[in-house]
Every structure is written in structure tokens, then in C-alpha cells.
């Protein structure tokens, strides 16, 4: 990268401190200031303490260009990340009418009222950049000098996470010379390690544009980022590489937007080809369903969805039939295909897809140990049916299974649709 | 608190950094101390890179008693956390004749090879103590000198973890004086500002048993710590403290011990009446009944569950009247009454849970807002129904649904058998 612009990432806050929360924000931070091209040598937890606060602050500002401390914006007296930022950068706080209208409003919105100290959220450092946060009361700022910038931000994820999209992100991009652009390819079905390999020779290869993985549950995230004098720029030094990447992990590559889910990509999938959609879990119990209703706009496709739970349900609800659950047991792939098969039934619908599995800690033998399930996916008349082994405890075991079954309801969309066009020719 | 020792933690790689990971170490550690009674001030976030680790371990070791490190620890040229403290605590590195053997032994377990930079992992501090790692190749250590006690732990959570507690947990209770012991009283249905001012003086009034407040979605949690010569002495201390919480939020606590979720209060109390249970989800689609699902053994109560995303499955599957639609809509206090009674008939539970709501960002009308959602709990023949408004994101109305939803079952059940047994005496 040629942005030689450094970022130090302060979180205040005892909650953090005390290890009651993990620190999700500085990693949402971290993240967005690599895809800028920031440099960022040093994050620190501190809490909601004046002198130690001062210090730490201090610091930053000293080794740092741009420092973004968030937290310590509530309305309480122990919030001081203001008090202490205005007076480190040499600034006096005043009432800021226009914040105070905005809080107003916010407690209209919400049909609360607000209490006397709320207004302390509305005291700004003077001459600072006002950030409103859309999303709760603590506005943020940017006090600017000297070639520093400190940026406020508020604790809750939801409030920062906005309000630096709508705020911080494009103050940062003005302060880059350049532009930085960058893909997100996202992969599900490959390994963690043996993406890497796959991939061994470009990171060590990388200059301009860097790749860099991450691991999720069941998924791994390969962000390309090129810097170029502007986007057109950064943008044809990606394409190759974005293209390498498709290549290599072919159809494990769900998407290369940074904004699309793994539940996203399949509810698009199920949108664009007019498809309605159930579920119908067993070990998941509700999850599959949860992720695929998390995106806006399912309810075009989605009928309904069962929770099968206890083996009479199976059967009462979804038509598995008696001999099926005594001769392999619940936890089989012939029950998987029979949930699957007679869910598209009762709800009359073109894909579902169906989970069995022993989440643990107990239920486990010899046989069928902790962490096998079996996910089935019926696609307009042919169903499908894996057998996973998972590790780690009963929640990893249930998150890892919902990760793999919406994986499979893409790739037996996609098969599907490869069949159907092979098939024409 | 009586005990004075302060710990800091630091952690050691680029991964972090960049925020390709979580840093759920540091949230790991810090909890581990605050049981312990230790004093965490500050948190440091460091890449691996010699002046800037040297420069940030030295502070540490001046600020602190006791510094973690955690990561850097592997095999690579990259890895210098333990030649960076050896450094900083006036040490050589020597080859440790019994972490090769144990180096050696982990490769033939696990069915690999080492190479050659993996003996690297075998160079320790001169006169440390050895913390042997029996999840991983890299063996910890503590540095100790001048009343200062530097510990170094492997990055992998699985690996510090374990060796936290076979070895470092065992070693700091041996640095304290006293004990402490802890109480989590959880609240739900108190938001977190009316939760502190309920407390406030309490809290600031405290000293031993000090209090602590976290806010989850939803819930409050509160901490109460005593610190005592031992656990009985530090138990009695709690005691009064807890109990005059419990006095103030009365039902609203659902359990005080820290392990226990709210779902798992929800199952425990569903098992211990021995009732059995049924979901029926608009808006939060499947997550109530993924909750509930998540509390191993909750397969002896849970029957089935419904996901009636559209109105046809409302109508369809769970008996809701179309005349009951047609009149007050699908978000309405009259559907999520009939679906809650509708899925009683139909799985025969004694417990049924009911949601439907507008989670956004679309679909909402001046009448009926993104954030409405009508929650409605049916226990042995009686409806409850609460209207709920929530903020934010579509994912967060859910999340804050799925919580009020167990809230109400907990309420319900509790009210249930309040009456029964006032109706008996």
C-alpha cells in the first residue's frame, strides 16, 4: 500500500476490561482501516478511569496520525471519553443545541423520556466535526489539530457500526490520497488451512493488491484490496486476482460483495429462479430458518418452516414414517431425505431443507457420536443428502450444521439449474 | 476489593491487528482475573514486531504486578514474544531438553512430522517456569523477577485455555492472599438505565462486595464480588448484597448463578413443572425455538415448532382465523392470541410461545411501525399478549423479540403457578 497513514484504536470501557463483553468493535475497526489502506500498529482497552484514559490518549496521539476511541459516550458521570479527549486536544465543551434537538427527537421516536443526564451527551468539544448517531442517543465527533484526528465513537455496535458508515468512513477516504478498492471474495465448503494452501503462492506473492483471509463458522473470507490513484484504477488492479481466487475455489465461491451473507446468496438464489422455500429442523431447531428470515425480502419465497424436535413430530408433522425412524433411528440419512421430501410436500413448496443431528453434550454412542448430522435438501423433486461430522460444543456443533445446510441448499439450487440447462442442449 | 496485585494483558499478532480475529483471549483472561480479584487496567493489542512488543511490554511490566501475554509463541521467524520478554526480564533462551521430548511426542500423537523451526518452540527463559501444553506444540512460561510475574501463553484459544487452567490459575490463586467469590444476578424486562438507577446507591456505596453492571440485549447482569480471607468468609459477604437485589427487582431476576442463560431459566422451569412446549414464529422466524434448543435436555419438554412466516401458514398450519387476518391484520394482538392458542391444539403442549411483528426495514405503515411485534404466551389455557416497540436494525428487533419472548414465557409460567397456589390456600 502506498498510504502511509497510521490509526491507533482505543476502546474504553470497564466492560471490555472485565472481559464481559468481547471487543467487537475494535475488530470491526481494525478491519474497515486495513480495507482503507490505514496502517494500525497498536489497539488499547482502557477504562472508564481520567488519568489512565489521559495517558493511553496521549500515546496515541503521539504515534499515531488518527486515533478512534470508542465508548465512554453514555450519559452517565463515569463516561468521560469527551471530557478527556477535549482536554488532550486543548478544547472547552459546550452545549450543542442541534445535538440536543436530535436526542430530543430520538426519545419522541423511541416513546421514552429522557432523563436530566441525557443532555451531557449533547456537550461537545468545541470547534470538533459533530457525528449523529442515528441509531441511539451519543452523537460522535472529530476533533482535528495538527495533523491528528481523534474520532469519538459510542460504545454500542449497532450505533458505531452506523454511524461509521455514514460518517467516519468517508471522512477517512478524504484524508487518503488515492483510493483504495477492495473485494470480498467469500467461500464456503473449503477449509480454513486448506484455503490457504490453495492460495499459498498469491499471499506470498502480494504487493498491490494484498490478500488477506479470515476465518468464519464454516466459511473462509479472502478481501483483495488494491490502492490506485482513483476507483477505476484500484479497481481493474482487483480483477485479475478476483478472478484467479473464482478459479481456484470455483463454485465454493458464493459471492465477491462484502455486504452478502451466505443467507443472502441463497435467498437470491431462491428469488431469482421464482422458488418458494421451507425448512424443517431437528438438531438446528429453528436456526436455518432464523438466517434464512434474516434477510429482507424472503417472505416472497419463504411458506413455512417446522421445528421437528421429538421423533412423534417427525412423523405427525412430516410424514417420516414409523418403520423409517425404528429401522435408522431419527438421527439417519433416510430420515433427513423423508423430512425433506415431506416437508416440500405439506408446505406445497419447490426447495426445503432439512437437519438431524446429535448437538450434544449427551446422545452421543459408538454409532452416532457427538456432532453427526445429517442435512438433506429437496430441490423441485430430488433430494439430497450429506453426513457431517462436527466438532466443539453443542452451540459450534448446531451453528457449524445451520452454515452447511444453507451451503447446500445453494449448491443443489445451482446443481439443478446446471442439470436443467445441460440437459436442453 | 483487599487485593492489590494488577494484572495487564497483552496480545501479541497481526491477525488481531488487523481484526482478521476476535480477540476473545483477552475477554477469556480478563474474566479469569476479575474472579480472581485482580485489577485489570489495561488491555494492549500488539503486532510482532520487536520495538513496538519491547516498547509495550516494558510499560506493562512497570504499570502492572503481573503481565499475560498472550500469542507469538510459534515456530516461525515472526514469533518473538519470547525473545522479546526474555529480553525485557534479562534473560538468555537455552534449549529445554523436556519441551523437545514433549514437542517431539505431541508430532507422533497427532500423526506429523515437526520441521526444523519447530524446536524453536523448545528455546526457553533462562530460570522460567515451564507451563507445559498439552492441547499444542507450544510450551507457555512465567518469567518471574522483583516482585513481577510475566506469564507467556499460546495464542490458539483451545491451547491458552487449557493451560490457563491446569497451570496459570493454579499459580495466581498461590499469589493471593484471600479469595473471592462472585454472584451474577441476571434481570431481564429492566432496561439498563432503570436497572442502574434502581441501584444507585448501592453502587456507590459499595466496597466489599463490590457491584458491577453489564447490559446485554435485552437483560442486565450484575456482578457482586467479596473478597475474604476464605470462601466461606467471602460467600457470607455476598450474601445480604444479593439477596437485597433480588429484594428490588423481585421476578424480574431469572437466576443468580453466571452460567445460567435465560433460556436455560426458561427450560429449567418448564422441566422442573414438568410441562412440555411449543414455538410459533412470524417475525423471529425459528430463533426463539433456537434458543430454547440450545439448553441441552430440553428435548424431554420441546414438542414441535412452527415457522408461519406468511399468512397462509398462519392460517393453514396453525388455525388462525381468516376473518381474524382480514380484520386485524397479521401483526396484530388477535393473531398472535390465535396462534399461540392454535399451536396448543395442534402440538398438544401445555407451553406455547407466539411472535409476529414488523422486524424492518420494509412493511411498515404509519399504524403499524417497523419494530411492532406482538408477543403472546399461552401456559395450560391462558393467553398473555404484549405489545412490544423495538429499534434498529432488522436483526436486532429479532434478537430483542426472541428475548422478550422467553421473558414472557418465564413471566407466564411463573404467574401460572403464583395463581395456582394462591388459589389453593
Redesign the interface.
Given at each position: 500500500m502506498d498510504n502511509k497513514l497510521t490509526v491507533e484504536l482505543i476502546s474504553v470501557g470497564?466492560?471490555?476490561?472485565?472481559?464481559?463483553?468481547?471487543?467487537?468493535n475494535?475488530?470491526?475497526?481494525?478491519?474497515?482501516?486495513?480495507k482503507l489502506g490505514l496502517s494500525?500498529?497498536?489497539?488499547?482497552?482502557?477504562?472508564d478511569?481520567e488519568g489512565?484514559l489521559t495517558d493511553?490518549l496521549n500515546r496515541a496521539i503521539d504515534r499515531a496520525d488518527i486515533v478512534i476511541l470508542s465508548g465512554g459516550l453514555g450519559?452517565?458521570q463515569d463516561d468521560l471519553t469527551k471530557e478527556v479527549s477535549a482536554k488532550c486536544m486543548g478544547r472547552k465543551l459546550y452545549m450543542d443545541e442541534t445535538s440536543k434537538i436530535a436526542i430530543a427527537e430520538y426519545f419522541v421516536?423511541?416513546?421514552k423520556s429522557p432523563?436530566d443526564n441525557n443532555w451531557k451527551q449533547a456537550m461537545m468539544p468545541e470547534g470538533c466535526i459533530i457525528l449523529p448517531n442515528n441509531?441511539g442517543t451519543a452523537p460522535g465527533c472529530i476533533i482535528e489539530d495538527n495533523g491528528k484526528h481523534v474520532i469519538l465513537l459510542p460504545g454500542p455496535p449497532?450505533e458505531l457500526e452506523l454511524m461509521y458508515r455514514e460518517s467516519v468512513e468517508p471522512y477517512l477516504k478524504s484524508l487518503i490520497s488515492g483510493t483504495i478498492y477492495s473485494k470480498m471474495v467469500k467461500i464456503c465448503g473449503v477449509g480454513e488451512s486448506k484455503a490457504e494452501t490453495m492460495i499459498k503462492d498469491m499471499i506470498e506473492s502480494q504487493t498491490n493488491p494484498t490478500i488477506?483471509?479470515?476465518?468464519k463458522t464454516g466459511e473462509v473470507h479472502i478481501r483483495v484490496s488494491a490502492y490506485g490513484e482513483d476507483e477505476a484504477a484500484a479497481k481493474k488492479l482487483t480483477k485479475p486476482v478476483v478472478k484467479e481466487l473464482k478459479e481456484r475455489f470455483g463454485n465454493s465461491v458464493y459471492t465477491t460483495d462484502e455486504n452478502v451473507t451466505l443467507e443472502q446468496a441463497v435467498v437470491d438464489l431462491i428469488l431469482a429462479n421464482e422458488l418458494t422455500v421451507g425448512?424443517i429442523?431437528s438438531?438446528?431447531?429453528?436456526?436455518?430458518?432464523?438466517r434464512?428470515?434474516?434477510v429482507?425480502?424472503?417472505?416472497e419465497a419463504?411458506?413455512?418452516?417446522?421445528?421437528?424436535?421429538?421423533n412423534?413430530?417427525k412423523r405427525k408433522?412430516a410424514g417420516v414414517k414409523k418403520s423409517t425412524l425404528d429401522k435408522y433411528g431419527a438421527v439417519s440419512r433416510q430420515t433427513a431425505s423423508e423430512m425433506a421430501a415431506g416437508m416440500a410436500a405439506l408446505?406445497k413448496c419447490d426447495v426445503t431443507i432439512a437437519t438431524t443431528g446429535i448437538a450434544?453434550?449427551?446422545g452421543g454412542s459408538p454409532d452416532k457420536p457427538v456432532g453427526l448430522v445429517y442435512i438433506a435438501c429437496f430441490v423441485c423433486g430430488k433430494v439430497t443428502v450429506k453426513e457431517h461430522h462436527f466438532n466443539g460444543s453443542?452451540?459450534k456443533i448446531?451453528n457449524n450444521a445451520v452454515t452447511a445446510a444453507l451451503n447446500l441448499m445453494r449448491n443443489c439450487i445451482l446443481e439443478y439449474y446446471s442439470e436443467k440447462t445441460f440437459g436442453k442442449k
Open positions: 470497564t466492560e471490555i476490561l472485565m472481559g464481559n463483553i468481547i471487543n467487537t475494535a475488530a470491526f475497526l481494525a478491519r474497515e482501516c486495513v494500525c500498529y497498536y489497539q488499547d482497552v482502557v477504562g478511569n489512565r493511553t450519559p452517565t421516536k423511541v416513546g432523563t441509531n449497532e488477506a483471509t479470515y476465518a425448512t429442523e438438531c438446528t431447531g429453528g436456526l436455518v430458518a432464523g434464512l428470515i434474516n429482507p425480502g424472503v417472505s419463504f411458506k413455512s418452516g417446522l421445528i421437528t424436535y421429538s412423534k413430530s408433522l408446505a450434544g453434550p449427551d453443542r452451540a448446531r
